[in-house]
Structure formats: structure tokens, C-alpha cells
């Protein structure tokens, strides 16, 4: 079964400080993309970032960044200078083996602390 | 472009009773996905379309749901003889055929089952 695995159901970080939500994922597909998404509470998801698996280079957005390992399945996020805006749940998705939808985690909820 | 929008947002019903959801996507996306998400939880997958036809359903999904997507732009999530584990929320996102398919997301359309 395709499976993506967080296995940190809470993380806390101080305002200003770097955390990083890790993840694992596996699918049977050559080339795909991998996401993370933000759940503020009582709020839709909304898209942080995303990696296309053929680019060796990490995908950056702003404060947010990604560590990928192709070849041991793992899709890191990594948060700088945390904001208290950033308090969410946070889920990781991989493609299903159609290609198209995708598979998420149980998601991390992350506590920013001022 | 005013996003996915879902309809109802909160839907309370007795067990028992068939509910129906809308998802109305973004007007150029022509592929459709209905997740369910529980407290706590990812999103789970249910469906998807692209266009009209109805290309993956998940083996989770029980004959008492069914989804269809007629002309190929609003869908509907209908759920028959509900129980109380049906109780959820129900995503609904789209995305283009083209670019990294990235999942845009409605709000939901929360059911409690009393």
C-alpha cells in the first residue's frame, strides 16, 4: 500500500526559531511531486510548497524549505524564523498510484510559543 | 476566480437519513477530488474525476456513497442511510490538467450524524 508517514503528531518551536516536520513516503510512480500542506484551525488547506522528484535541488519558498532523499523516500519541511502565524497542522502528501490524486499523512501539528 | 466552493459548509442530520454535498472547483481545473478528513486526522482519499468520468474510487468508500460529476464541472458527494461514523468533514479539491497538479481546496462541508 502507498503510504505517507509523519511521525511527529506535535512539534513546538519558539518565535524566530527553525523547526523542521519530517516525513516518509512511498509510491510506485518514477516521476511525481511531493507537497506540503497547512491546515490552520477551522481553516482550509492551503499549499506551502512542493518538489518535483527529478530536481536534485531543494524547493525553497520564502521561510520555508524542503529536504528531499529520493532514494530513502524522505520529504522534510523545514520553517525558519517561525512565525506565530505558522501554528497549524501540517500534512505531507504523495501521489496514489493513479498519478494524479494524493495520499496524506496524519499531519504534525505544529505550536509556535511567543 | 473565486476558489472551490462547497455547499453546504455544515450539514446535521439523523442516522439514517441520505445527505447530498456540492463542490463547485475552480472553473478551469478539470480534475475533482472528494477526501473526508476526521478529527485529528489527514485527509483520507474518496474520489476522483477528471472531467466527467469517475477514474479512481477508494475500496474504503462503502456502496453507500457515490459521487458523480455530470457535465464535468460541479460535483456532488451523496451519502445514503448514514451512520454515525460518517460524521467528518468532506474536502473537496481541484486541480489543471497541466503544471504540477497542484490540489486546491474548498473549506469542507461538515456532517455530524446524531
Known amino acids: 500500500a502507498q503510504t505517507v508517514t509523519q511521525s511527529q503528531p506535535e512539534m513546538s518551536v519558539q518565535e524566530a526559531e527553525t523547526v523542521t516536520l519530517s516525513c516518509t513516503y512511498d509510491?510506485?510512480?518514477?516521476?511525481?511531486?511531493l507537497f506540503w500542506y497547512k491546515q490552520p484551525p477551522s481553516r482550509q488547506m492551503i499549499l506551502v510548497i512542493r518538489q518535483e522528484a527529478y530536481k536534485q535541488q531543494n524547493a525553497t519558498e520564502n521561510r520555508f524549505s524542503v529536504n528531499f532523499q529520493k532514494a530513502a523516500k524522505s520529504f522534510s519541511l523545514k520553517i525558519s524564523d517561525s512565525q506565530l502565524g505558522d501554528a497549524a497542522m501540517y500534512f505531507c502528501?504523495?501521489?496514489?498510484?493513479?498519478?494524479?490524486?494524493?495520499?496524506f499523512g496524519k499531519g504534525t501539528s505544529l505550536l509556535v510559543t511567543p | 476566480d473565486t476558489g472551490v466552493s462547497q455547499n453546504p459548509r455544515h450539514k446535521i442530520t439523523k442516522r439514517g437519513q441520505n445527505v447530498t454535498f456540492r463542490c463547485d472547483p475552480i472553473s478551469e481545473h478539470n480534475r475533482l477530488y472528494w477526501y473526508r478528513q476526521t478529527l485529528g486526522q489527514g485527509p483520507e482519499f474518496l474520489t476522483y474525476?477528471?472531467?466527467?468520468?469517475?477514474?479512481?474510487k477508494s475500496r474504503l468508500l462503502s456502496d453507500r456513497f457515490s459521487a458523480e460529476r455530470p457535465k464535468g464541472s460541479f460535483s456532488t458527494l451523496e451519502i445514503q442511510r448514514t451512520e454515525q461514523g460518517d460524521s467528518a468533514m468532506y474536502l473537496c479539491?481541484?486541480?489543471?490538467?497541466?503544471?504540477?497538479?497542484?490540489?486546491?481546496f474548498g473549506a469542507g462541508s461538515r456532517l455530524t450524524v446524531l
Open positions: 474525476f477528471q472531467n466527467e468520468a469517475q477514474l479512481e
Open positions: 509510491t510506485s510512480e518514477s516521476d511525481y511531486y
Open positions: 502528501a504523495s501521489p496514489r498510484y493513479s498519478g494524479y490524486a494524493l495520499n
Open positions: 479539491a481541484s486541480s489543471s490538467v497541466s503544471g504540477a497538479n497542484v490540489l486546491t
